[in-house]
């Protein structure tokens, strides 16, 4: 019996299946699955059972899933879409078999009202509804939506939002990764649903201090309202409904929506989460050996808060 992970072209599916492997789970029982199998070669080398498993493709499914034990459902980034392939998907892991199905998901996605949590609800709401037994692993805000800005916050000197003073506990891709390869290799999760975050939380006026401290340069926090910051966004080219669910994750920070204190993510993986300076660190370093084009500090002038939609979400490959 096998150990599935879709999403595995993804930066988060990808993680999963090296801390699988990394606790010595044997790689024949490991499955990744992606749309391009190309792409996985590496892990296919290790001895990885790398197989085609498309959200769209009803085939795949049944074939990526047969002999599934647990089988874990990276969200994807077709939005609008999400709650048909990831409960479709999740419906094809029960059909093969599989004793548990976990969903990467959203904070309180039960009960948020963070725009970006809707698909993560009605996900969650399909896969109780198919009585297959689950575990949902309802992700916070990943480190990397900022520490991937940090070249255009040097350049411009400013990180632009309207969180005010909402916390974030945020961590590193890698500890949510950990956790879900916890779930998998682990026993006793079915029914769980955790809340992840990291251990201390951050303000953007925070994050702006380490940057600026990490990089020896000036960096501030520049506050605007949900509005103006959805004006800037859509001024920059976004499209609308994606620049109002941006501005609307800001505005749920301030609100406290993304403050998680439950310590779920640290017990799962077994040791206190990485922290905000160790990320911005390596991040700035990796920046300073990195130029800016023009056109990045263009568009830099209009860098908010929230990353992109991708990274926002535990979706995010």
Do not use: C
Not at 56 to 65: E, M, Q, V, Y
Not at 132 to 144: A, I, K, M, Q, S
Not at 145 to 161: D, M, R
Not at 196 to 207: A, I, K, Q, R, Y
């Amino acid at each position: 019996m096998s150990l599935v992970v879709t999403g595995t072209g993804g930066n988060l599916g990808r993680l999963v299946v090296e801390n699988l492997l990394a606790r010595g789970v044997d790689p024949r029982r490991i499955v990744a699955g992606t749309r391009d199998v190309g792409g996985l070669s590496a892990l296919a080398e290790q001895g990885v059972d790398v197989r085609r498993i498309d959200f769209d493709d009803a085939a795949s499914l049944t074939a990526g899933f047969a002999g599934a034990e647990k089988v874990l459902i990276v969200s994807g980034t077709d939005f609008g879409r999400r709650v048909e392939q990831h409960v479709g998907a999740a419906r094809a892991a029960r059909d093969a078999g599989a004793a548990l199905v976990a969903y990467t998901s959203a904070p309180y996605a039960d009960t948020t009202d963070l725009l970006l949590a809707a698909e993560h609800r009605g996900t969650e709401e399909g896969i109780r509804e198919l009585g297959v037994p689950f575990t949902f692993l309802r992700n916070g805000w990943y480190f990397e939506n900022y520490t991937s800005q940090i070249p255009v916050y040097l350049e411009t000197g400013v990180i632009v939002g309207s969180a005010g003073e909402g916390r974030i506990s945020g961590a590193a891709r890698s500890d949510y990764a950990e956790a879900a390869a916890a779930v998998l290799a682990g026993e006793g999760h079915e029914g769980a649903v955790y809340e992840l975050g990291g251990d201390t939380s951050f303000t953007l006026p925070e994050l702006a201090e380490q940057v600026a401290t990490h990089s020896g340069r000036p960096v501030v926090y520049r506050d605007v309202t949900q509005a103006e910051l959805e004006a800037v966004l859509t001024g920059a080219g976004v499209p609308a409904p994606v620049a109002a669910v941006l501005a609307d994750a800001d505005r749920a920070i301030s609100a406290g929506r993304l403050l998680i204190t439950t310590g779920d993510l640290a017990r799962l993986i077994g040791h206190p989460t990485a922290p905000l300076a160790t990320a911005v660190s390596a991040a700035t370093a990796v920046s300073a050996a990195t130029a800016v084009s023009a056109a990045a500090a263009v568009s830099a002038a209009t860098t908010v808060s929230a990353a992109t939609v991708s990274a926002a979400t535990s979706a995010a490959s």
